[in-house]
Structures are given as structure tokens and as C-alpha cells.
């Protein structure tokens, strides 16, 4: 009895299960069927939206290029037709008597269209050349020009307005658009508006073509229509079309007003800019219904035919499943659990992967956009940045004054912080650019409106103070203006030489350099610095890297002014234009060579090819060399950024030897690099260049100093590095088997007297 009763309970679950398993089996197929159906409607929707929105943007895009077309043709054609008749008629004029001339060009001018033709008797013939189209701007506009000498006392013109060409093209575009049609029913149409205020407003634009209302050509509209929905769309698309200069637009309109119904219209506009003209066309989105119930019909047919086979196999499934599904479900169950897992695992790991994979994809990206296109030091938009970007806009070359000093007294990373500070200060002002050396850049649309930011930021700097070591940095800056960069740089250079004048905007009549009263003022102060003995040696370290001491020590010119020291940037390149420049090399000789004939250590000066080829300072030279008895001790240095002639100085180089001198090639690196020239001319010493030692973190130019280090060594050469500022570079160029160092690490220069 209890066995009967657990079957017949049975059979009741069972028949329970089948009609509930039935009832949610048809609801899940027809949410099923409903959420398909409205999936493909929202796609179907999307899809056709998007196709003609591609459709009227390309119709649009396709106008302009037939816009842009007919222009090229048209102008094509009259400067054509104004070679062949310069050619026709000059031959006819070329064979008759010259006093039917103006008969003759006044007769067949009539007959031209659009070109004009005069005749006029010249006495610079050679200023015009034959058959050669002139481009000239007039009161009257753009008009092309062309001449023909005749008997080469007579002058042929023919000329022809752009204005009247342009006329042409517009008639011819407009004809165009009146009769444009596309789409497969020819519905589509173009739309062509001449835009009078860029800004809205009443009659900001004036109806030139609209087929379908040929009726509105010529009227005048403005941006207070409302649409279906009471939207002022006018206004919309004339904040896009001012901002972007071509965009979608969406708005509402009644087809048919008796039926009170919304049609949704999507319109694509683009701003052609010669003509100031609004080029668009639309198209209405809501034939999609059509299509949209169609495919309901199919869906709703479809799923009547599933339905019919589901019960037949529900039927069978639930006959089946009854007898196999009490003992397969919990297998399968296990099976499934099992594959869950590991996909859920191996989904784990591939969004891992992705997640790191995609980082780094950025990384990289923002790593090589950064190498590009900003500076290293300041972390500015660099040099390329600003060619990139200054492209038919006027641009400002910003210069530090005398930053090379600021350097010099304090340090290249005292330099580079100045650098850091300066350029944040400008970007308080406008968009900086960090160029070359103590030079920045700012953009701009006008050469009024860059000045006026430029004056600004000069008249604030008055009362910025830079604060380094406790002291009080002033920055003082000059300023080139112009659209061009070698232009902003010869303004730069100009405003250099004005004191009142800081900013210069460029023009064809600005002087070039004017140097006179700069070069005669420090010629007095160079000449008074000889007289009262105030050109001084400084002398700065050179470290053997081995041993950390140190060996010899470099002589540097310095000039004492009102107890100021200058270095030779201030003054050394106007002492050679002025003829004083031997007599301060031999007032360093003989300082020098004094004070190390009684030092037990090794010293370098540094010789010029103008030294090298002034016979009388060798001589004066080598006499110093024997008087003082510095033969084994002394270092001749050169500088390798100079165009070295070896066949002009081969004779003094090898008298050097004689003398036991050593050579030295400085400031390796920054010049020619010419490896040749270490073998001519017999170098022993190789100093490379602190622009090279100052980037040795950059890996490129750590790879290229290890190259040339090592080369260098191949050859037997004694290497100092240059600029040596930190315990990290000294670290770096003594792993690269750099055998000395010179630079502020070790000290700055200081006064030969303190020996």
C-alpha cells in the first residue's frame, strides 16, 4: 500500500512537472521570440539610420567636390581660352601696320567674353615676360594677367577677374544643385545657403537652391523657425556648423498638418568656406516602419511553425527525459559544474593578460608620444610640437638674457631648475613650447593679439623673482614675433640689440644685426681691462678617475669689469672682430705659464685655428714655452667645432711635438666628430663634449659615448669627460672606462692666483 501511494504521488509530480514545465517552456519561447523580434527591430532601426546618415553626409561631401571641380574647370578653361587668344591675336598684330592696333583689340574685345584686352606702347619690355600668366590683387579683386610684346615696342594685355569666373561657377553650381537628384525613389535633394551672420540671428542667410520649393530661392531666414516639437533648429546647427563646420542635425515637421502627425527628418550640413556657402541635404528616417512590421509578419509566422514542433517534440522529450532524466541529471550536473570552473578560471587568466597587455599598449604609447613631442627637461611641448602646431599662424620666440652667465655662475642644474621655473611661469599666460636652449615659443592667430599677451607677461616678470641659493634671480626675456621660424628668430635677434624695445614683430624693412654700439662698448671695456691688467687666468680641475685626484688643470680667459667677472661669451668674439683678441691670448700666456713652471703638475690652454695661423703668436708662443720651461708639463687644447684646415697647421702641430706638448682635441662630439683628425694631427687627449655627458641618462647617447669610448681607447687615447655635475654621472663615465673628469662636482673655476 505504501509502495502504491509513493507511485501514485509520483505520477501526481510528475503529471505537475509536465504542465509546468510546458507552460513556462512557451512563455520562455514567446519572451524569447518578443525580445528577438525587439532586438532586430532596435538594429534594424540603427542600421538604417546609420546608412542614411553615411548616405546624405557623402551626397553633401560629393557636392563640395563637384563644387570645387567646376571652380578648377572654369578657370582652367578662361586662362586656356586667354592663351589662345593672346596667341591668335599676337600673331595678327605681329603682321599689320601698328596704327590699326587699338582698331583691331578694341574690335575683337567685343567679342570676347569676360577677358579684356588694351594695347599699350612700352619702354621696358624686358620687365614682361611672354605668354606668362600673372596673379595680381587689385581694388577690384584677384585678376589674371597676360602679356605679349609686339615688334618689341608694343604691349599686349589680356587679364580676366576671378570675380567673373567665380560668377560663372556659382551660376553653373547652382543650375547644378536646382536639378541634383539621388536615392532610389529621386527624392533626395541639396540645399544651398549663403550665410550672412555667422552669429544667427533675422536674416542670417539667404536661400540660393532648394528644388523641391523652388519658390523660396532668394528669401531671406532666419533662426527663430521652431520645429514639430518647438526646437529652435536653426540655432543648433549654427552653433555646430561656427564651432565644427559641418555636423548631423535632428528635428521634427509635419508632412501633412491635417493629420497632426511627427515626422523625425535628420539633416547633414557642411560649410563651404570660399563661397561662405551652407551645402546640406536630409532625409526623412521614418519609412523604417515599413520595414520594421514586415519583419514582425516573418516572426510572428515563425514562431506560430516553432510552436507547432515544440509540442510534438515537447512530447517526446517529456516521454524520453522521464525515463533517462532521474538518473543523468546529477551527472551532467557534475560535468557542467566542472567546465564552469575552468572557464571561469581561464577567463580569470585571459582578462589578466588583456588587462596587462593593454597597460602596457599604453604605457608604450604615451612613452614614444612623449619622446616626440615633449621636452625632457621641462616636460613642455618641444620644438617639433611647435613646427606641428604653428602651421599658417604667427608664432613668438621667447629668449632668456644672458642665461649663459646664469650658467656659468651657478651651474647647468641651477640652469636647468631656472629653465623648469621660467617656462611654468609662461604657461600661466598662454600655451608654451620649450625649444633649443633657453628659448620657448607661444601660438597665436595674430601678430597684435601675440604682442599684447607677450607685454603682458614681460610687464609681470618685473616682479617675479627667482630665489637660487638665498639669492634673488631677476629674468629679463626678449621676444621675436612672425609666421615663419627663421623670421621669429632674426626678430629675436633684433630685439636683442634694442634696449626699449624687448618684442619685435617681424617686417620685410627690419634691420638685420645691429651690432655697432654693443661691439664699441665692450672694445673700450676689453681695452681698459688690458691697461689696468684685469685679464684674468681662471683655472678649473681635471680629476684622474682612477685614482680621484687630481692631475692637471684647465686655463679659462676671464675679464674683471667694476668687480665683475665676465666670461668669454661676453666678450671673446667681439675681441676677434676687433683686433685685441692675440693680445689677450698672449696676456694668458704668460699669466699662465708663470704660475705652472713652479707647480708639479700638468695644465692646458686652449689655442684656436686663428692662434694656429698668426705666425707671430706662435713664435711668441714657442719663446714662452722654452722661457718657462713648461715643455713636459704644458697641454695645447682645440676646439673640434672649428673648421680645421690640418694642411695650414701641420708645420706648427708637429713644432708642438718637438716641444713634448700634448694634444688635445676639445669639446669632442659637438662639432664634425671627424676621427680623422685625431690621426693627422697626432691628438694624444680626447675631451668630450658636456652636451654629450649631460644626457648620458638618455640610452641612445649613452650607447653612442660607450661606442666612441671605446673606440677611442682602441686608438691609445687619453678621455675626459666634460660637465661632470653629480656622483651619478661621474658614476656612469667611470663605468664607460672614461679616464678624467672636469666639471662644478670637482669645482667651479676659480682665480689662477688662488694656486
Request: proline share 2%.
Given at each position: 500500500?505504501v ?9 501526481y509530480?510528475l503529471?505537475l512537472?509536465?504542465?509546468l ?8 519561447i ?5 525580445q528577438?523580434?525587439?532586438?532586430e527591430?532596435?538594429?534594424?532601426q540603427?542600421n538604417?539610420?546609420s ?11 560629393q557636392?563640395i ?8 574647370n572654369?578657370?582652367?578653361k ?10 591668335a ?7 599689320i601696320d ?14 570676347v567674353?569676360?577677358?579684356?584686352m ?12 611672354n605668354n606668362f ?20 615696342k608694343?604691349?599686349l594685355?589680356?587679364?580676366?577677374y576671378?570675380q ?10 547652382i543650375n547644378?544643385a ?11 535633394y541639396?540645399i ?14 539667404k536661400?540660393?537652391?532648394l ?8 528669401k ?16 543648433k ?9 559641418e555636423?548631423?542635425e535632428s ?6 498638418k491635417s ?12 560649410i563651404?568656406?570660399?563661397y ?7 532625409v ?6 515599413s ?12 514562431l ?11 512530447s517526446?522529450?517529456?516521454v ?23 572557464i ?5 587568466k ?5 588587462d596587462?597587455?593593454?597597460n ?11 619622446r ?5 627637461l ?6 617639433e ?6 602651421k599658417?599662424?604667427y ?6 638674457d ?22 611654468e611661469?609662461l ?18 592667430m ?9 607685454d603682458?607677461i614681460?610687464?609681470?616678470l ?5 630665489i637660487?641659493?638665498n639669492e634673488?634671480?631677476?629674468?629679463n ?6 609666421t ?12 636683442k ?29 676689453i ?8 685679464i ?17 688643470y ?5 675679464l674683471?669689469d ?13 675681441a676677434?672682430?676687433?683686433s ?14 708663470k ?15 686663428e ?17 718657462h720651461?713648461?715643455?713636459?708639463k704644458?697641454?695645447v ?13 701641420s ?8 716641444f ?23 691628438i ?64 667651479q ?7
Amino acid at each position: 500500500m505504501v509502495k502504491d501511494k509513493i507511485l501514485k504521488m509520483n505520477k501526481y509530480f510528475l503529471f505537475l512537472f509536465i504542465i509546468l514545465f510546458s507552460l513556462s517552456s512557451i512563455f520562455i519561447i514567446l519572451s524569447v521570440s518578443d525580445q528577438f523580434y525587439q532586438t532586430e527591430s532596435l538594429a534594424i532601426q540603427k542600421n538604417y539610420t546609420s546608412s542614411q546618415k553615411e548616405l546624405i553626409k557623402n551626397q553633401v561631401y560629393q557636392f563640395i567636390a563637384f563644387i570645387d571641380k567646376v571652380r578648377k574647370n572654369e578657370k582652367h578653361k578662361i586662362l586656356t581660352r586667354m592663351k589662345l587668344e593672346m596667341s591668335a591675336i599676337g600673331d595678327i598684330l605681329n603682321k599689320i601696320d601698328p596704327k590699326y592696333y587699338k582698331i583691331i583689340v578694341k574690335d575683337i574685345s567685343k567679342k570676347v567674353p569676360i577677358l579684356y584686352m588694351s594695347i599699350t606702347k612700352t619702354t621696358k619690355p624686358q620687365k614682361f615676360k611672354n605668354n606668362f600668366i600673372y596673379k595680381k590683387k587689385t581694388k577690384d579683386g584677384i585678376k589674371y594677367c597676360m602679356y605679349r610684346l609686339i615688334h618689341h615696342k608694343y604691349l599686349l594685355t589680356i587679364y580676366a577677374y576671378n570675380q567673373a569666373i567665380e560668377k560663372i561657377s556659382k551660376k553653373i553650381i547652382i543650375n547644378r544643385a536646382n536639378n541634383f537628384k539621388y536615392g532610389i525613389k529621386g527624392d533626395g535633394y541639396i540645399i544651398i545657403t549663403k550665410i550672412l551672420k555667422f552669429k544667427g540671428g533675422n536674416n542670417f542667410a539667404k536661400i540660393l537652391a532648394l528644388r523641391i520649393k523652388p519658390q523660396m530661392v532668394g528669401k531671406m531666414i532666419s533662426d527663430t523657425k521652431k520645429d514639430a516639437r518647438g526646437e529652435f533648429y536653426r540655432k543648433k546647427y549654427m552653433k555646430m556648423l561656427n564651432k565644427y563646420g559641418e555636423g548631423y542635425e535632428s528635428y521634427y515637421f509635419f508632412k501633412d498638418k491635417s493629420n497632426n502627425k511627427q515626422y523625425h527628418k535628420i539633416t547633414f550640413f557642411k560649410i563651404y568656406k570660399p563661397y561662405n556657402w551652407l551645402v546640406a541635404t536630409g532625409v526623412y528616417v521614418d519609412d523604417i516602419e515599413s520595414i520594421v512590421n514586415g519583419k514582425k509578419i516573418k516572426v510572428e509566422h515563425s514562431l506560430i511553425q516553432i510552436l507547432k514542433y515544440y509540442f510534438i517534440l515537447l512530447s517526446i522529450f517529456l516521454v524520453v527525459a522521464y525515463f533517462f532524466t532521474k538518473y543523468g541529471n546529477k551527472n551532467i550536473e557534475k560535468i557542467i559544474k566542472k567546465y564552469e570552473k575552468e572557464i571561469k578560471e581561464k577567463n580569470e587568466k585571459l582578462k589578466t593578460i588583456n588587462d596587462n597587455l593593454e597597460n602596457e599598449v599604453k604605457r608604450k604609447t604615451e612613452e614614444l608620444i612623449e619622446r616626440l613631442f615633449i621636452d625632457n627637461l621641462t616636460g613642455f611641448p618641444n620644438r617639433e610640437k611647435f613646427i606641428t602646431d604653428s602651421k599658417n599662424k604667427y608664432i613668438a620666440i621667447l629668449n632668456i638674457d644672458s642665461f649663459r652667465e646664469i650658467n656659468d655662475f651657478y651651474g647647468v642644474k641651477i640652469g636647468d631648475k631656472i629653465l623648469i621655473e621660467v617656462g611654468e611661469f609662461l604657461s600661466k599666460y598662454a600655451i608654451v613650447y620649450k625649444l633649443q636652449a633657453d628659448e620657448y615659443g607661444i601660438i597665436g592667430m595674430r601678430a597684435s593679439s601675440l604682442k599684447h599677451i607677450i607685454d603682458k607677461i614681460f610687464e609681470n616678470l618685473k616682479n617675479k623673482k627667482f630665489i637660487v641659493n638665498n639669492e634673488e634671480i631677476i629674468i629679463n626675456m626678449k621676444a621675436g614675433i612672425a609666421t615663419r621660424l627663421s623670421n621669429a628668430d632674426l626678430a629675436l635677434k633684433y630685439a636683442k640689440l634694442k634696449k626699449n624695445k624687448p618684442v619685435i614683430v617681424y617686417n620685410k624693412n627690419l634691420p638685420l644685426l645691429k651690432e655697432f654700439a654693443n661691439n664699441l662698448k665692450w672694445k673700450k671695456i676689453i681695452v681698459k681691462a688690458i691697461e689696468e691688467d684685469n685679464i684674468l687666468p681662471f683655472v678649473q680641475p681635471i680629476v684622474n678617475n682612477k685614482t680621484n685626484k687630481i692631475d692637471k688643470y684647465e686655463c679659462l680667459v676671464r675679464l674683471k669689469d667694476d668687480d665683475k667677472i665676465y666670461t668669454p661669451f661676453f666678450f671673446l668674439d667681439i675681441a676677434k672682430k676687433t683686433s685685441l683678441y692675440t693680445e689677450i691670448q698672449k696676456i694668458m700666456v704668460e699669466k699662465s705659464f708663470k704660475v705652472f713652471q713652479k707647480l708639479d703638475c700638468k695644465f692646458s690652454i686652449n689655442l684656436s685655428m686663428e692662434d694656429f695661423t698668426n705666425y707671430t703668436f706662435m713664435s711668441f708662443f714657442f719663446n714662452k714655452i722654452r722661457e718657462h720651461n713648461v715643455e713636459n708639463k704644458l697641454i695645447v687644447e682645440l676646439l673640434e667645432d672649428e673648421m680645421i684646415n690640418f694642411e695650414e697647421i701641420s708645420a706648427q702641430l708637429q713644432k708642438l711635438k718637438e716641444f713634448n706638448v700634448q694634444l688635445a682635441m676639445d669639446d669632442f662630439g659637438s662639432g664634425y666628430s671627424n676621427f680623422i683628425y685625431l690621426e693627422k694631427m697626432n691628438i694624444d687627449i680626447v675631451k668630450i663634449d658636456g652636451s654629450i655627458i649631460k644626457n648620458i641618462d638618455d640610452p641612445r647617447i649613452y650607447a653612442i659615448l660607450s661606442k666612441m669610448t671605446e673606440l677611442l681607447k682602441e686608438l691609445n687615447l687619453e678621455v675626459v669627460g666634460e660637465f661632470i655635475e653629480n656622483k651619478e654621472i661621474l658614476s656612469k663615465i667611470t663605468e664607460l672606462g672614461i679616464d678624467y673628469s672636469q666639471g662644478y662636482y670637482f669645482g667651479q673655476p676659480f682665480d689662477i692666483r688662488k694656486l
